[in-house]
């Protein structure tokens, strides 16, 4: 597997439209274009990813509607025909993007990468598991935290699992799934949309999908007591932009009210260039599921 140590430094929709998408935003705010440099790679790697690979899933709408009745997230059903070899280059990029930032996690993503070519792991080992992202396995081998392993499993499967749903991605209505996780790969909400009519729509960063949920319950933990959900307003020239935190469980999510700010990006792009949000919410003593690589570099 392809990983180099680098030097420590953070200098340095679908997959296909990511890339024009990132550069809009670094334009918008190019304050950021520095710290935020490192994701640019990444997105240029996703946009190579070949087109046929791996085949998108059979999804039929009585297959889709079956899972989901069950509360059952399609990829537990039927996952992607993946080898190691497929994911060789995007998981070599996402590890050297780690420890350009953790300079502890070396000796870590060293083990994850000896474990990695033979065989004690594969790429199923990244996949979502009940209250968590990625098998217990990655870390008992490597000894990578699980947010770490977290940031991996997103960096690594996005263009993967995008192709594997991209036919599911019709059958799914307003009202067959309520749960906070994500209804194809069972990954929590990277980011929440208000959509022009008013309805709250959960992205998943793992794999590109979006899902309606109510405007008045976590995703994380469910409480649906207004009292526990506060709104973290950020400065007047992030007018639209709000975060949600949830006293019950203290997990946030940013979200972005698209009838104020309408020419906003995509999900991911507008979750990875709002560091300064993060901070926010941090600062406020809420935490996420899935941090940022910003996010894990100030944890070091």
């Given at each position: 597997m392809r990983f180099r140590a680098p030097r420590w430094s953070l200098k340095g929709v679908t997959v296909a439209n990511l890339a024009e998408e990132?550069?809009?935003?670094?334009?918008?705010?190019?304050?950021f274009r520095e710290t935020l440099a490192v994701y640019g790679e990444l997105i240029a790697c996703w946009a190579g990813w070949p087109a046929d690979r791996p085949a998108a899933g059979p999804w039929s709408a009585a297959a889709?509607?079956?899972?989901?009745?069950?509360?059952?997230?399609?990829?537990a059903e039927s996952r992607p025909a993946l080898g190691a070899d497929d994911l060789e280059e995007t998981l070599g990029l996402a590890m050297e993007q780690l420890a350009s930032v953790r300079e502890d996690l070396v000796p870590a993503l060293r083990r994850l990468a000896e474990a990695w070519d033979r065989g004690a792991l594969g790429p199923a080992a990244f996949f979502p598991?009940?209250?968590?992202v990625g098998s217990p396995a990655v870390g008992e081998l490597s000894g990578l935290p699980e947010d770490a392993v977290a940031f991996l499993a997103h960096a690594t499967l996005r263009p993967a699992l995008e192709r594997h749903f991209a036919p599911a991605r019709g059958h799914l209505d307003a009202h067959v799934w309520a749960l906070g996780v994500c209804p194809f790969c069972g990954d929590p909400p990277g980011f929440s949309d208000v959509l022009?009519?008013?309805?709250?729509?959960?992205a998943c960063h793992l794999c590109g999908g979006g899902w309606?949920?109510?405007?008045v319950r976590c995703p994380f933990c469910g409480t649906?007591?207004?009292g526990e959900l506060t709104r973290l307003e950020p400065e007047e020239r992030d007018q639209g932009y709000v975060i949600i935190g949830c006293g019950r469980c203290r997990a946030y999510l940013k979200e972005l009210d698209r009838r104020v700010r309408w020419n906003g990006q995509s999900a991911l792009v507008e979750d990875w260039g709002s560091p300064h949000l993060d901070l926010v919410a941090v600062r406020a003593g809420y935490w996420r599921p899935v941090p940022s690589l910003v996010q894990l570099a100030r944890l070091a």
């Open positions: 990132w550069a809009e935003l670094l334009a918008r705010r190019p304050e889709c509607r079956g899972s989901w009745e069950r509360g059952v997230p399609l990829l598991e009940r209250g968590r022009e009519d008013g309805q709250r729509r959960l309606p949920f109510a405007r649906e007591q207004s």
